[in-house]
Every structure is written in C-alpha cells, then in structure tokens.
C-alpha cells in the first residue's frame, strides 16, 4: 500500500535562507508524487507533481523537487526563502489506482523569520 | 482555470441537525471527493465518486454520505451532526488517471456546537 512521510511538522528558516521540506514515500508501483500548498483558511494548491521523466520537476514561485527512486524521497526545496511561502505543505502520491486517489501526508507548516 | 466551489465557507449548526454540504466544479472532471482537515491528523478522504451517481467509501465515512446526480456537482451530508464532526471539509475534483493532480475548492469551516 502507498504511503507518505514528511519529517517535520514544523521546520522554521530565516528569509532569504534555504527552505527544505522532507517526504518520503512508500508505494508499490511506480509513484505519481505531487507537493501542494495551503495558505491560511484556504484550499489546497498544486506547486509540483512529478509523474514520469526528468526527476527534478520545477514549479510555481521557486519550488522544486527532486524524485530520488533509491532514497524513495521527493523533497521540496527553493533557494531563497520569502516571508510570502509561510505556509502548511503537503505531501502526496497516488494510490496506483486508475481512479487518481491520492495518499497525503500529515502536513509540514512553514514559518519564515524576518 | 479550473475553479471548484463551495457553497459556504463558514457554516455554525447545533447537534442533531442536518448540514448539506455543496461543491461544484466547472471543469468537467469525472472524480470529485471529499476530505476533513483536522491539525495534526492531515486530509482524511470521506467518500469520492468517479461518476455520476457512483460514490465510494473513504478512510472515515462513518456519519456521513454523499450525492452526484450531476458530473459538476457533489454534496456532502452530515445526517445528525455531532461535535466531533467539527473540522475543515474540503472537495477536490480530477480528471481520471492517476497521474492527474486534484484541484481544490477553499474548504468549509464547520463548527457543530
């Protein structure tokens, strides 16, 4: 069965440092991986998602991830932290259904210190 | 762009009442679903329905149960609602495929007093 771990529910950087947020998977097919963000009393957002191809997937406002099948890691980074990327990230892969249900993390909320 | 919506964003009921909760997405998506947030416990999937009329059990759908009778439209009902039902709902809707991201709508806050 698919699962996911992400290390840290709370990981806090000072602005302009390097963010780093941790996932882990498990599933027993090849994995479609996805990272979202949630603003406060907001939905979900899609910043990422990785299906198959080059393993170092970009996505919206500086985030990218990078599929590691040996470490069976997808985790999330950007270069330069911004007090705007203060937020809860979400881990996720499919459930290797063709229905497209998704296996999500507990979360990891980001604090950027001025 | 996509957009998903939810009927309400902040609903307050009393215990033992009946709370429908409505979402619709105007994309033409064959999956809709249904999550609760809570802290530290993460989205934990209700039901979901690949298609009109289908529904599937998620992960909690004790008190719970659902309607599409349209492809752009999925309800979630709370028959007798408890306090322990107080949380976030969020819908999402997909295209088919397990390689297609869900989109989701900005998510209800219920509280059952």
């Known amino acids: 069965a698919q699962s996911v771990t992400q290390l840290g529910s709370h990981v806090s950087v000072s602005e302009g440092a390097l963010v780093l947020l941790r996932c882990n998977y498990s599933?027993?097919?090849?994995?479609?991986l996805f990272w979202y963000v949630q603003y406060p009393n907001q939905g979900l957002q899609l910043l990422l998602k990785?299906?198959?191809?080059?393993?170092l997937v970009k996505g919206i406002n500086g985030f990218e991830a990078e599929f590691k099948k040996s470490e069976t890691s997808f985790h999330l980074t950007k270069p330069s932290a911004h007090m705007s990327d203060a937020a809860e990230y979400f881990c996720?892969?499919?459930?290797?259904?063709?229905?497209?249900?998704?296996?999500f993390g507990k979360g990891t909320k980001l604090s950027v210190k001025p | 762009d996509v957009k998903v919506t939810q009927s309400s964003r902040y609903l307050v009921k009393r215990t033992g009442e009946k709370v429908f909760l409505e979402c619709v997405q105007d994309m033409d998506h064959e999956n809709m679903f249904w999550y609760r947030q809570d802290p530290g416990l993460g989205l934990r999937l209700i039901y979901f329905?690949?298609?009109?009329?289908?529904?599937e059990k998620g992960d909690i759908p004790e008190g719970y149960s659902v309607s599409r009778e349209k492809k752009e439209r999925f309800s979630l009902i709370l028959e007798s609602a408890s306090t322990n039902q107080t949380s976030m709902y969020l819908c999402a809707s997909s295209f088919s495929g397990g390689y297609n991201e869900q989109f989701f709508g900005p998510g209800t806050r219920l509280t059952v007093l």
């Open positions: 990785y299906t198959t191809g080059a393993t």
């Open positions: 599933s027993s097919v090849p994995p479609y």
């Open positions: 996720a892969v499919g459930d290797g259904g063709s229905q497209g249900n998704l296996i």
């Open positions: 329905s690949y298609d009109v009329k289908m529904k």
